[in-house]
Nanobody
Framework: QVQLVESGGDLVQPGGSLRLSCAAS????????MGWYRQVPGNKRELVAVRDEGHKARYADFVKGRFTISRDNAKNTEYLQMNNLRPEDTAVYYCNVFSNLWNTTPRFAWGQGTQVTVSS
């Protein structure tokens, strides 16, 4: 079983940047696909970005060119660099492990997420 802990969320102004972290414990995740979902209260959780073990990544259209997903295998940690943030990016962000870039059914329990609020 893998435990996932997200961090790095904050209140930021429109146009600002944040880097989210997802620390995995319980197993080495370097050979897995990992990625990020986000959820606004009352809405369905939506995929933001996913990256496989071969460095290929897939992004939702609404973040392309603004967000970058990466990983530090030595730290067993996945990152989401978010630039040029918009108010509509406000959400709780969650990470998880997936089967591959196209099958993003979460393989482990969701963590508590990290709140990102974009507001002036």
């Amino acid at each position: 079983q893998v435990q996932l802990v997200e961090s790095g969320g904050d209140l930021v102004q429109p146009g600002g940047s944040l880097r989210l972290s997802c620390a995995a414990s319980g197993s080495d995740v370097s050979s897995y696909s990992m990625g990020w979902y986000r959820q606004v209260p009352g809405n369905k959780r939506e995929l933001v970005a996913v990256r496989d073990e071969g460095h290929k990544a897939r992004y939702a259209d609404f973040v392309k060119g603004r967000f970058t997903i990466s990983r530090d295998n030595a730290k067993n940690t996945e990152y989401l660099q978010m630039n040029n943030l918009r108010p509509e990016d406000t959400a709780v962000y969650y990470c998880n492990v997936f089967s591959n870039l196209w099958n993003t059914t979460p393989r482990f329990a969701w963590g508590q997420g990290t709140q990102v609020t974009v507001s002036s």
